[in-house]
């Protein structure tokens, strides 16, 4: 079996890459800090115009229809630049959680619509989060309660700001009153979305890890070889060489837990859990490694706002404990592991057994 990414998804992918260095810059997210949104709305219609938006839209409800695997080198790339504009969510929670619900809610299928064109906003809640993030920006959220699920106009919910420790990200308590009207689902179906809801969006955070590490791998490199002490790089001492070498090879390993579970949600999304669960504390680990190994490198000088180094681990920090902690998915993968009929070994590792 050839495990590897396709041409077309690699080619996509550095397309994607070139676009996001171009229009993401440290620069451009300093100045997004002094506007009240923290957004930019050109910079959004750029993304939904290059279909970004609509990826994991079947192509029978207006999308491209492509999958998890294909959305996940994009992820990569998102966090590589740390990107303030909420793609991941939307494209890869939002989106498919309103195509499901879409066939017996004309509401979904028509914002479903809406947000493939460019022509709304949409948030979503989950209680593994308790914050939402760009509420303020949304048109409708998608909330939780319970088993149910809830779609409400932006005007229907009180928002509370809230801090983060990174300016990059908007935060808001959600007070908001659910109805018969406003619940497009509940019951067993209900938990599913949300559990469904709740792997993708972790998925979509690890990969985003990923790409903040290798990031911050790559300024700490350079600054290392270009900061002199005692006549010579501090990058030539063998301690600094070791401890980016950790980082690269902790980045590197986290990549295949990671496209494992992409190709696992893709393909048996029933299956996921312990696959998504494997790739988002992998990745947390290799994150927060690059992060503090960075900060050391840097001199600790990484912390302070003038070096670009601190926008990439404070979003590595936040992005850690999103949908879902380390603590949370250590425990899924142990109950997992503890399970007597585990599918575990080399013949189960993509899930293609029943």
Same mark, same amino acid.
Request: with cysteine; charged share 20%; aromatic share 8%.
């Given at each position: ?15 994607? +890459? ?14 997004? =800090? ?9 910079? =959004? ?39 303030? #504009? ?7 929670v939002a989106t498919p959680?309103? !195509? !499901?619900?879409?066939? +017996? ?21 989950? $209680? ?6 760009? $509420? ?8 939780? !309660? ?32 659910g109805s018969d009207e ?16 709740? *792997? ?13 590490? #290798? ?21 030539? *001492? ?7 070498? *950790?980082?690269?090879? +902790?980045? #590197?390993? $986290? ?14 999304? !029933? ?13 947390? #680990? ?69």
């Amino acid at each position: 079996m050839d495990f590897t990414f396709t041409e077309d998804q690699l080619l996509f992918a550095d397309n994607v +890459k070139d676009f996001l260095r171009a229009e993401v810059t440290p620069q451009s997210l300093r100045r997004s =800090w002094e506007v009240e949104t923290g957004r930019n709305p050109g910079l =959004w219609q750029q993304l939904v115009d290059l279909g970004l938006s609509a990826m994991l839209v079947p192509e029978a409800q207006g999308g491209l229809g492509m999958n998890e695997l294909d959305f996940v080198l994009l992820a990569q790339e998102c966090g590589r630049v740390a990107l303030a #504009e909420p793609l991941v969510e939307t494209a890869l929670v939002a989106t498919p959680l309103l !195509s !499901s619900l879409a066939p +017996k809610d004309d509401r979904c299928g028509t914002l479903l619509a809406q947000l493939t064109a460019g022509k709304a906003r949409i948030a979503v809640g989950h $209680a593994a989060n308790g914050l939402v993030c760009d $509420a303020h920006i949304a048109d409708w959220l998608l909330l939780p !309660s319970g088993d149910q699920i809830h779609l409400l106009a932006r005007d229907q919910v009180a928002l509370i700001a809230q801090d983060s420790i990174d300016p990059c990200r908007r935060l808001f308590f959600v007070e908001w009153q659910g109805s018969d009207e406003t619940c497009v689902a509940s019951g067993a179906e209900g938990v599913a979305l949300l559990a469904a809801s709740l *792997n993708r969006g972790a998925l979509g955070a690890a990969a985003q890890m990923i790409g903040l590490a #290798e990031a911050m791998i790559t300024m700490s490199v350079q600054y290392a070889t270009g900061r002199i002490q005692f006549g010579r790089a501090i990058g030539a *001492n063998q301690a600094l060489k070791h401890q980016m070498a *950790n980082c690269a090879v +902790k980045t #590197e390993f $986290a990549k295949a837990p990671l496209y494992r579970a992409a190709y696992t949600l893709s393909r048996r999304p !029933s299956h996921a859990d312990f696959a998504v669960s494997h790739a988002k504390v992998v990745a947390g #680990e290799a994150a927060l490694l690059a992060a503090k190994h960075g900060m050391q490198v840097h001199g600790a000088m990484g912390y302070t706002w003038e070096y670009d180094l601190h926008i990439f681990m404070k979003r590595a920090w936040a992005l850690d404990k999103f949908w879902g902690h380390a603590g949370f998915h250590k425990n899924r993968l142990h109950q997992w592991l503890m399970n007597p009929n585990a599918k575990i070994g080399a013949d189960k590792t993509f899930g293609v057994q029943a």
